[in-house]
């Protein structure tokens, strides 16, 4: 499991949610944190990966496609995973709307519950939808849980690119083996922007999120921090 994330200096993956909607085609209203050439690196790292993980926010606020755009032959088709506790995925998003009939089943959708009028709806679109147990009092699932059914699915890798819930998410429920972490020379500010990661975080340095091996690249004026937070070299 490797956590990807692009943010400012500061750390921010994001403005004020009102000032952070995306355009129709995609492309963040507030601009792309990244440049051109670190966001061509982020589609060989979707290359290397079965699946990608986000939230229904993501999906909600940025219109992605979560698409495989290396132009690389897979050795099979890119599975695109939604967590989405109530089943927002909006029926006119560009990820529903990509789903076609020669790619019937590359989006799956993990949900806590499911109005069955709107699971039939997007069932008959050909998206893929499980139900799987909550344990977050907000109804945000079990992620260890989720990580063995894609595991059962013979999914053998998985990058997340959640917002700062999932995010937190992932850190708090220890999935997490790698990080690739995209930084741009921005400062954004404001306690309204958005962090890389949310929720009650680690209460003590002791208990922060250690990352080992780190490897330094650099994409222009971006640069990306690559480590583990689960030793691959431990016995």
């Known amino acids: 499991v490797t956590l990807k994330a692009a943010m400012t200096l500061d750390g921010k993956i994001a403005p004020p949610p009102a000032e952070a909607m995306s355009r129709a085609d995609g492309t963040p209203a507030g601009g792309w944190i990244t440049s051109e050439v670190a966001r061509a690196h982020v589609q060989e790292l979707r290359h290397q990966n079965d ?10 606020s940025d219109n992605p496609l979560l698409t495989d755009r290396s132009g690389r032959a897979r050795r099979r088709p890119l599975l695109r995973v939604i967590l989405d506790s ?3 995925l909006p029926l ?4 529903v709307q990509s ?6 089943n590359d989006v799956l959708v993990f949900c806590a519950s499911a109005d069955e009028q709107r699971r039939a709806q997007l069932e008959q679109l050909g998206i ?4 799987i ?11 260890p849980a989720l990580l063995r059914r894609l595991g059962q699915l013979e999914i053998t890798s998985v990058m997340i690119e959640g917002g700062a819930t999932v995010n937190w998410t992932a850190l708090a429920s220890n999935v997490v083996d790698k990080v690739f972490l995209y930084y741009a020379p921005k400062i954004l500010a404001g306690s309204g922007s958005i962090p890389f990661a ?10 922060a999120a250690q990352v080992k091996h ?4 650099r994409f222009g004026e971006d640069f990306a921090v690559e480590g583990y937070l689960r030793d691959p070299y431990a016995e």
């Open 198 to 207: 949310a929720g009650a975080g680690f209460l003590h340095m002791s208990e």
């Open 51 to 60: 699946a990608l993980l986000v939230g229904a926010g993501t999906i909600l």
């Open 99 to 104: 789903v076609t009939a020669d790619r019937r």
């Open 128 to 131: 893929r939808i499980e139900t």
């Open 214 to 217: 780190v490897q330094l690249h």
């Open 86 to 88: 109530r089943l927002r």
């Open 133 to 143: 147990h909550a344990v977050e009092p907000d109804g945000r699932p079990d992620l």
């Open 92 to 95: 006119e998003s560009r990820l």
